[in-house]
């Protein structure tokens, strides 16, 4: 009943005005049948079915869900913007997450986020969340614990988890965005 | 009507034995903490409880100490020096809104522990609150600014930038929201959720920066919305009908109920120098619980409105004058008296007082008038509190007799085209055309006499017009569609010369037939009392502030709204 | 001295040859111990876990066979729920992803047994999404067990019926949180329960008698069953039982994950003798022993820590630093506590104020918002601390940090008031001449750049 993407395929820019085929269709079915005691249940399930495959989840993947679900949009907004992996607005094609927490911070975690950054050629515009290049080509945020302090720093690039990401490290990752 | 009622405990007469304060008391099994304090006489503060809605215990202002009884080996109490059992207190507060008593409990309401755990809250709760007190329609009655007071310190020790939220935001017609006053104690979110089981505001974002919403685009517009504004703890929510327009300290509390339906919830009139600012709803769990609609709460503007009638006319050459009180009631008198009993029909109003309708059957029993009916109204129910019955007191009127529900109602019309009734008297301010008589019909009549509040088409029609005082105005009772007698308490003045219609009743009756043995409201309600059985045994102070149920006949077998 | 690790969740971890498909997991030995627990029956399966004296490990280290204790599955009318937490996002613990992502059957086996035992016919394994490789492994694993008959419809013809579905989190460190989590699972904020009335023993999942444990401690289960309760209970000490997996982070030659009988090592042996020691030649300067709500412990430190001595009668000892023995009730002893396992290690080059501040902004992101003084206290001392971070710090700033945290602990609806108050009381009580001459370099105080407080 699977209907994971292979790692490495996860869609992070978008649109969102694209087709509700009918394997999305039956993929949410799936879903909520997960759930025999309520059907709430499948909101965060059906939010990143949304977000993989549109990229992010507008007002029309927030409408779509909760009409499947028979909720109001209220209750699945409230979900959206707690939730901090759920995206309103579009990422880049390429979307790095650097985890700030303290192991990977005293592994150079800042160093890292600061080379991407830099490669990557965005500002902050000085608001929490996401940069996102101009082009779309890429966006980076800050992440927290990823998990994986042994190995620190640790990022992911779109679905794919790295470890060890030092400056160097995260230079072959841009380089590798294709 | 309520998911919860907290303040109500499973079964009153289980009590257990709970130490509050040091002084034990015995209490029902299970009651929360803060009624539990409540009832003794202490007290308990707190944002985010409300005993008809869901405890969430977000805000934490009601930690207390609790204890638990020290037992022995054979599980038997410790029994301190003064013999009375020994408590372990527990190191870490509780909350008491979700803590119900059980046997032994010990309470600290005023411990040093617990002060503290108060004044750690009102010190978060104000360092991202803006101080915008002076402008704050909550001003007066900010539960923040009154914890502050005693919890307090009276200097910010916060010296960050703080929090920026919306402001400003329309919520819907009647709510506007001010996201940076709001301490996210839930309650309006609960109320909606509930007991109106409209899902449309909610929490969005996360942490400090969760912030209270409505969905972009949805409307916080149901019909009982404005319920929100009276749960708001602090000024996050105000109706938009009565922001900026007075401090509430300058508010005179009057209880009254409300007369824009047949359920007649339980209000109180917040009035001063004569207007009326607002009504909210007074709790009472027999008619209303702690709610209102939103229409009948704001149903207050007709009492200065333009139409609004302040003095006696008296139609003369085919127009209306102004006149004095005792020419109005002369020459209504005088109208009656020219007609025969059975050529006169009286429009008795469902919007009169038990006492006023009281005085008019007197008048029509002297005069031997048989034609006695009132107007139905009918509105459109909802599955909560509005009534399809439009007359707040129909029932009293049936009570009294004066009512055949519109049946006789219906044939006068015709009776009037056809010159069997010539005179009408008109109470209540009915519309007379609007209920379904022609206003050529109207323009037969040898004699129209009306009595109202507002002017419309029959009181233009009338040869006498008695301007009548309106709900806020005057001091009565009524029975509600489920024959729970309630009391009104006048607030205000009646504008102009126009006066309670028990008094233009009464002088009436007087110039009618002679009869005047009623002199003060409390007067006629004695010899209701003593005449109407329904009403045997009652006395005015008995009727309480939250009125009492009457024997149910068949008529008044409406159901009972509020499921215990 | 050398210490070997004894391996027995981490057995085929990192195994040259093992892989994580069924077929691997079955030829060493896989779902033979569910054969085994099938045939005991479900109150024999309980009463093991209670002898092995297990205790949970997420990080209250509460008896995993008391909280079965709370639901009799003979009794109650409800239908009961068991999720596994596979939320690991506790800074500094990574233990669960070596079992999710390299021998995810084994945590399949536990939790069947475990549901098996609680009369459960519906669980969840609620991981979180940044396991974005996790989760996929999970739901293959799971579509093996069901192929194989472990799973579904009248499992190994003993008619038995489970079905566990996995269900992802969305970055809310907040789902660790029990009661956190089962809100999440209904669909919404994960706002914790408040407790009474909704213990999870008696209204978790849909109001519904719910065990939510760890991925740890199931896959414990497993090795209970397996090698019986009083075997398992001689592992490790008593009331202390069992192995630990230990996840170093920080300043430490060889970070890692290990295994260890609990209490089986000291500190300093882990941080010394297992790790390599502190790297680049550094010398110790703090650690944070059970994940970042743990409070911190100081180098140099000595506690007073309670024992039963050989005649059987508690002696009080004076433990240096490095000779705290790795156990809950040690750790407790000496004010912190073992919590997630995640120990992370701070030399003696590291600014004590940056590594708090960055430890705040953490707590201050992931506060759910709910209750007042979380909502409120812990965004207050992320900035002040940024505040001195910054080069601005105020004179009275300590001892408002500590005040500040003390009126949030003990106070809020669920445990996150503790993990986000203890790490600043006791950095605070700790290190207060490093925070007030910080803050009396006001102005010159230059901002390392390895610890970012954005956010």
Same mark, same amino acid.
């Given at each position: 009943?699977?209907?994971?993407?292979?790692?490495?395929?996860?869609?992070?820019?978008?649109?969102?005005?694209?087709?509700?085929? *009918?394997?999305?269709?039956?993929?949410?079915?799936?879903?909520?049948?997960?759930?025999?005691?309520?059907?709430?249940?499948?909101?965060?399930?059906?939010?990143?079915?949304?977000?993989?495959?549109?990229?992010?989840?507008?007002?029309?993947?927030?409408?779509?869900?909760?009409?499947?679900?028979?909720?109001?949009?209220?209750?699945?907004?409230?979900?959206?913007?707690?939730?901090?992996?759920?995206?309103?607005?579009?990422?880049?094609?390429?979307?790095?997450?650097?985890?700030? #927490?303290?192991?990977?911070?005293?592994?150079?975690?800042?160093?890292?986020?600061?080379?991407?950054?830099?490669?990557?050629?965005?500002?902050?515009?000085?608001?929490?969340?996401?940069?996102?290049?101009?082009?779309?080509?890429?966006?980076?945020?800050?992440?927290?614990?990823?998990?994986?302090?042994?190995?620190?720093?640790? /990022?992911?690039?779109?679905?794919?988890?790295?470890?060890?990401?030092?400056?160097?490290?995260?230079?072959?990752? +841009?380089?590798?965005?294709? | 009507?309520?998911?919860?009622?907290?303040?109500? !405990? &499973?079964?009153?007469?289980?009590?257990?034995?709970?130490?509050?304060?040091?002084?034990?008391?015995?209490?029902?099994?299970?009651?929360?903490?803060?009624?539990?304090?409540?009832?003794?006489?202490?007290?308990?503060?707190?944002?985010?409880?409300?005993?008809?809605?869901s405890v969430v215990g977000n805000c934490r202002m009601c930690l207390f100490e609790m204890g638990t009884p020290k037992t022995n080996a054979d599980r038997s109490p410790v029994l301190g020096p003064d013999g009375k059992p020994e408590i372990a207190w527990m190191p870490r507060p509780q909350i008491g809104c979700a803590t119900g008593v059980t046997q032994g409990m010990g309470i600290r309401t005023d411990s040093p522990l617990v002060k503290d755990c108060r004044n750690g809250v009102m010190e978060f709760l104000l360092i991202n609150h803006p101080l915008d007190c002076p402008i704050c329609d909550q001003a007066g009655e900010c539960k923040l600014q009154e914890y502050s007071v005693e919890y307090g310190t009276g200097t910010s020790r916060f010296v960050e930038e703080k929090l920026k939220k919306p402001k400003n935001v329309d919520l819907g017609k009647r709510i506007v929201l001010d996201d940076e006053r709001c301490i996210l104690c839930s309650r309006c979110v609960?109320?909606?959720?509930?007991?109106?089981?409209?899902?449309?505001?909610?929490? +969005?974002?996360?942490?400090?920066?969760?912030?209270?919403?409505?969905?972009?685009?949805?409307?916080?517009?149901?019909?009982?919305?404005?319920?929100? +504004?009276?749960?708001?703890?602090?000024?996050?929510?105000?109706?938009?009908?009565?922001?900026?327009?007075?401090?509430?300290?300058?508010?005179?509390?009057?209880?009254?109920?409300?007369? *824009?339906?047949?359920?007649?919830?339980?209000?109180?009139?917040?009035?001063?120098?004569?207007?009326?600012?607002?009504?909210?709803?007074?709790?009472?769990?027999?008619?209303?619980?702690?709610?209102?609609?939103?229409?009948?709460? @704001?149903?207050?503007?007709?009492?200065?409105?333009?139409?609004?009638?302040?003095?006696?006319?008296?139609? !003369?050459?085919?127009?209306?004058?102004?006149?004095?009180?005792?020419?109005?009631?002369?020459?209504?008198?005088?109208?009656?008296?020219?007609?025969?009993?059975?050529?006169?029909?009286?429009?008795?109003?469902?919007?009169?007082?038990?006492?006023?309708?009281?005085? @008019?059957?007197?008048?029509?029993?002297?005069?031997?008038?048989?034609? +006695?009916?009132?107007?139905?109204?009918?509105?459109?129910?909802?599955?909560?509190?509005?009534?399809?019955?439009?007359?707040?007191?129909?029932?009293?009127?049936?009570?009294?007799?004066?009512?055949?529900?519109?049946?006789?109602?219906?044939?006068?019309?015709?009776?009037?085209? *056809?010159?069997?009734?010539?005179?009408?008297?008109?109470?209540?301010?009915?519309?007379?055309?609007? %209920?379904?008589?022609?206003?050529?019909?109207?323009?037969?009549?040898?004699?129209?006499?009306?009595?109202?509040?507002?002017?419309?088409?029959?009181?233009?029609?009338?040869?006498?017009?008695?301007?009548?005082?309106?709900?806020?105005?005057? =001091?009565?009772?009524?029975?509600?569609?489920?024959?729970?007698?309630?009391?009104?308490?006048?607030?205000?003045?009646?504008?102009?010369?126009?006066?309670?219609?028990?008094?233009?009743?009464?002088?009436?009756?007087?110039?009618?037939?002679?009869?005047?043995?009623?002199?003060?409201?409390?007067?006629?309600?004695?010899?209701? %009392?003593?005449?109407?059985?329904?009403?045997?045994?009652?006395?005015?102070?008995?009727?309480?502030?939250?009125?009492?149920?009457?024997?149910?006949?068949?008529?008044?077998?409406?159901?009972?709204?509020?499921?215990? | 001295?050398?210490?070997?690790?004894?391996?027995?969740?981490?057995?085929?971890?990192?195994?040259?040859?093992?892989?994580?498909?069924?077929?691997?997991?079955?030829?060493?030995?896989?779902?033979?111990?569910?054969?085994?627990?099938?045939?005991?029956?479900?109150?024999?399966?309980?009463?093991?876990?209670?002898?092995?004296?297990?205790?949970?490990?997420?990080? !209250?280290?509460?008896? #995993?066979?008391?909280?079965?204790?709370?639901?009799?599955?003979?009794?109650?009318?409800?239908?009961?729920?068991?999720?596994?937490?596979?939320?690991?996002?506790?800074?500094?613990?990574?233990?669960?992803?070596?079992?999710?992502?390299?021998?995810?059957?084994?945590?399949?086996?536990?939790?069947?047994?475990?549901?098996?035992?609680?009369?459960?016919?519906?669980?969840?394994?609620?991981?979180?999404?940044?396991?974005?490789?996790?989760?996929?492994?999970?739901?293959?694993?799971?579509?093996?067990?069901?192929?194989?008959?472990?799973?579904?419809?009248?499992?190994?013809?003993?008619?038995?019926?489970?079905? /566990?579905?996995?269900?992802?989190?969305?970055?809310?460190?907040?789902?660790?949180?029990?009661?956190?989590?089962?809100?999440?699972?209904?669909?919404?904020?994960?706002?914790?329960?408040?407790?009474?009335?909704?213990?999870?023993?008696?209204?978790?999942?849909?109001?519904?008698?719910?065990?939510?444990?760890?991925?740890?401690?199931?896959?414990?289960?497993?090795?209970?069953?397996?090698?019986?309760?009083?075997?398992? %209970?001689?592992?490790?000490?008593?009331?202390? =039982?069992?192995?630990?997996?230990?996840?170093?982070?920080?300043?430490?030659?060889?970070?890692?994950?290990?295994?260890?009988?609990?209490?089986?090592?000291?500190?300093?042996?882990?941080?010394?003798?297992?790790?390599?020691?502190?790297?680049?030649?550094?010398?110790?300067?703090?650690?944070?022993?059970?994940?970042?709500?743990?409070?911190?412990?100081?180098?140099?430190?000595?506690?007073?820590?309670?024992? &039963?001595?050989?005649?059987?009668?508690?002696?009080?000892?004076?433990?240096?630093?490095?000779?705290?023995?790795?156990?809950?009730?040690?750790?407790?002893?000496?004010?912190?506590?073992?919590?997630?396992?995640?120990?992370?290690?701070?030399?003696?080059?590291?600014?004590?104020?940056?590594?708090?501040?960055?430890?705040? !902004?953490?707590?201050?992101?992931?506060?759910?918002?709910?209750?007042?003084?979380?909502?409120?206290?812990?965004?207050?001392?992320?900035?002040?601390?940024?505040?001195?971070?910054?080069?601005?710090?105020?004179?009275?700033?300590?001892?408002?940090?500590?005040?500040? %945290?003390?009126?949030?602990?003990?106070?809020?609806?669920?445990?996150?008031?503790?993990?986000?108050?203890?790490?600043?009381?006791?950095?605070?009580?700790?290190?207060?001449?490093?925070?007030?001459?910080?803050?009396?370099?006001?102005?010159?105080?230059?901002?390392?750049?390895?610890?970012?407080?954005?956010?």
């Amino acid at each position: 009943m699977s209907t994971a993407l292979e790692v490495g395929t996860e869609n992070c820019a978008g649109p969102e005005t694209g087709e509700i085929t *009918s394997a999305l269709e039956k993929q949410a079915t799936e879903l909520i049948a997960r759930y025999p005691v309520s059907a709430r249940s499948a909101v965060m399930p059906l939010l990143h079915l949304w977000q993989e495959t549109f990229g992010y989840i507008g007002p029309r993947g927030v409408e779509w869900i909760a009409k499947k679900l028979s909720l109001q949009e209220i209750q699945v907004l409230e979900l959206v913007t707690f939730y901090p992996w759920f995206r309103q607005k579009p990422y880049g094609k390429f979307h790095f997450r650097v985890c700030r #927490t303290l192991p990977c911070a005293l592994g150079g975690s800042g160093k890292t986020f600061a080379k991407l950054q830099k490669l990557m050629n965005l500002k902050s515009d000085g608001h929490e969340g996401a940069m996102v290049s101009e082009d779309g080509r890429f966006s980076l945020e800050y992440s927290e614990c990823l998990a994986s302090c042994g190995t620190a720093p640790v /990022i992911l690039r779109n679905d794919e988890f790295h470890q060890g990401v030092d400056e160097k490290r995260a230079t072959e990752l +841009v380089a590798g965005c294709k | 009507m309520n998911p919860w009622n907290h303040d109500v !405990a &499973k079964d009153e007469l289980d009590l257990v034995d709970v130490q509050v304060d040091g002084v034990w008391l015995r209490m029902p099994r299970g009651l929360n903490v803060v009624e539990v304090a409540h009832r003794s006489k202490k007290f308990i503060p707190h944002y985010c409880y409300h005993p008809k809605l869901s405890v969430v215990g977000n805000c934490r202002m009601c930690l207390f100490e609790m204890g638990t009884p020290k037992t022995n080996a054979d599980r038997s109490p410790v029994l301190g020096p003064d013999g009375k059992p020994e408590i372990a207190w527990m190191p870490r507060p509780q909350i008491g809104c979700a803590t119900g008593v059980t046997q032994g409990m010990g309470i600290r309401t005023d411990s040093p522990l617990v002060k503290d755990c108060r004044n750690g809250v009102m010190e978060f709760l104000l360092i991202n609150h803006p101080l915008d007190c002076p402008i704050c329609d909550q001003a007066g009655e900010c539960k923040l600014q009154e914890y502050s007071v005693e919890y307090g310190t009276g200097t910010s020790r916060f010296v960050e930038e703080k929090l920026k939220k919306p402001k400003n935001v329309d919520l819907g017609k009647r709510i506007v929201l001010d996201d940076e006053r709001c301490i996210l104690c839930s309650r309006c979110v609960r109320f909606s959720s509930e007991v109106m089981k409209d899902d449309v505001l909610g929490f +969005v974002n996360r942490g400090s920066h969760s912030t209270l919403t409505a969905y972009p685009g949805k409307r916080f517009d149901n019909a009982y919305s404005l319920n929100t +504004v009276d749960l708001c703890p602090v000024g996050a929510l105000t109706s938009k009908d009565f922001r900026f327009q007075m401090r509430v300290w300058f508010l005179k509390e009057t209880k009254s109920i409300c007369t *824009s339906c047949g359920t007649g919830c339980s209000t109180t009139i917040g009035s001063r120098e004569g207007k009326v600012h607002r009504v909210t709803p007074r709790e009472n769990e027999a008619v209303n619980s702690a709610w209102m609609c939103d229409y009948g709460r @704001l149903n207050i503007h007709y009492l200065d409105s333009k139409d609004r009638l302040h003095r006696p006319l008296l139609k !003369a050459v085919g127009e209306q004058f102004p006149g004095t009180w005792a020419d109005a009631i002369h020459r209504a008198a005088e109208g009656l008296g020219k007609v025969k009993p059975e050529e006169i029909a009286v429009v008795a109003s469902g919007r009169l007082t038990n006492e006023e309708l009281f005085v @008019l059957k007197r008048l029509v029993g002297e005069l031997g008038v048989t034609r +006695v009916d009132m107007v139905p109204h009918s509105g459109q129910a909802d599955n909560f509190l509005r009534s399809g019955d439009g007359n707040p007191n129909g029932r009293g009127a049936e009570l009294l007799g004066l009512s055949s529900g519109g049946r006789k109602f219906s044939s006068w019309g015709a009776e009037i085209v *056809s010159g069997k009734i010539r005179a009408l008297l008109v109470l209540g301010g009915e519309d007379l055309v609007a %209920a379904g008589i022609p206003s050529s019909a109207l323009q037969k009549l040898d004699v129209l006499l009306f009595s109202g509040i507002l002017g419309n088409e029959t009181s233009r029609l009338a040869h006498v017009v008695l301007p009548s005082a309106a709900t806020a105005e005057k =001091t009565g009772s009524m029975v509600n569609v489920h024959g729970r007698l309630q009391r009104m308490t006048r607030a205000i003045a009646a504008p102009g010369e126009a006066r309670e219609d028990w008094l233009i009743l009464r002088d009436l009756r007087e110039a009618c037939t002679g009869g005047n043995s009623l002199h003060s409201v409390e007067d006629v309600w004695k010899a209701i %009392a003593a005449e109407v059985p329904q009403f045997a045994g009652l006395s005015w102070a008995k009727i309480g502030d939250l009125g009492v149920q009457l024997e149910t006949r068949s008529s008044l077998s409406g159901g009972n709204l509020v499921k215990a | 001295m050398a210490f070997s690790e004894q391996r027995l969740i981490f057995k085929n971890i990192d195994v040259p040859g093992y892989t994580r498909d069924i077929a691997c997991y079955q030829k060493n030995g896989g779902y033979e111990v569910l054969k085994k627990g099938l045939a005991m029956g479900g109150g024999a399966i309980r009463d093991e876990v209670k002898k092995s004296q297990l205790r949970g490990r997420g990080g !209250a280290g509460f008896p #995993t066979g008391t909280k079965w204790s709370f639901i009799d599955p003979t009794k109650t009318t409800k239908p009961i729920y068991l999720i596994c937490n596979a939320d690991e996002s506790e800074p500094g613990t990574f233990k669960d992803r070596q079992i999710i992502h390299k021998d995810p059957h084994q945590l399949l086996e536990g939790m069947i047994l475990s549901c098996f035992a609680n009369g459960v016919k519906l669980a969840y394994l609620y991981i979180r999404c940044e396991f974005t490789e996790g989760w996929k492994i999970m739901e293959k694993a799971l579509n093996e067990a069901r192929a194989a008959g472990f799973l579904g419809k009248n499992i190994l013809k003993t008619g038995y019926d489970l079905e /566990i579905y996995v269900h992802r989190g969305a970055g809310a460190y907040i789902c660790g949180e029990e009661t956190g989590l089962i809100e999440s699972l209904e669909g919404k904020r994960a706002y914790p329960r408040i407790k009474p009335p909704y213990f999870p023993a008696v209204l978790g999942l849909y109001m519904c008698p719910t065990i939510v444990n760890n991925v740890e401690t199931l896959c414990n289960v497993k090795h209970i069953v397996d090698m019986g309760g009083e075997a398992y %209970a001689k592992i490790g000490r008593p009331n202390n =039982t069992g192995t630990r997996l230990l996840c170093v982070s920080g300043d430490v030659v060889k970070p890692g994950y290990y295994e260890f009988p609990v209490g089986a090592l000291t500190l300093g042996q882990l941080i010394n003798d297992v790790c390599g020691g502190i790297r680049n030649g550094n010398r110790l300067k703090a650690v944070i022993p059970g994940g970042s709500s743990a409070k911190v412990l100081k180098a140099g430190e000595v506690y007073k820590i309670k024992e &039963k001595g050989s005649d059987g009668n508690m002696l009080e000892k004076e433990v240096g630093l490095e000779d705290l023995r790795l156990d809950f009730d040690t750790l407790a002893a000496a004010g912190s506590m073992a919590g997630s396992g995640g120990v992370i290690v701070m030399d003696h080059t590291r600014d004590m104020v940056e590594c708090l501040a960055n430890i705040s !902004a953490f707590y201050a992101h992931e506060s759910c918002g709910q209750c007042t003084p979380c909502r409120e206290g812990v965004l207050w001392l992320k900035k002040i601390l940024g505040r001195i971070a910054e080069g601005h710090g105020r004179e009275d700033d300590p001892a408002l940090l500590k005040e500040v %945290a003390d009126k949030i602990a003990g106070r809020t609806i669920c445990a996150f008031g503790e993990a986000a108050a203890w790490p600043v009381q006791s950095f605070i009580a700790k290190f207060k001449a490093e925070f007030s001459a910080r803050i009396a370099r006001n102005g010159s105080a230059s901002r390392h750049d390895t610890i970012s407080l954005l956010h």
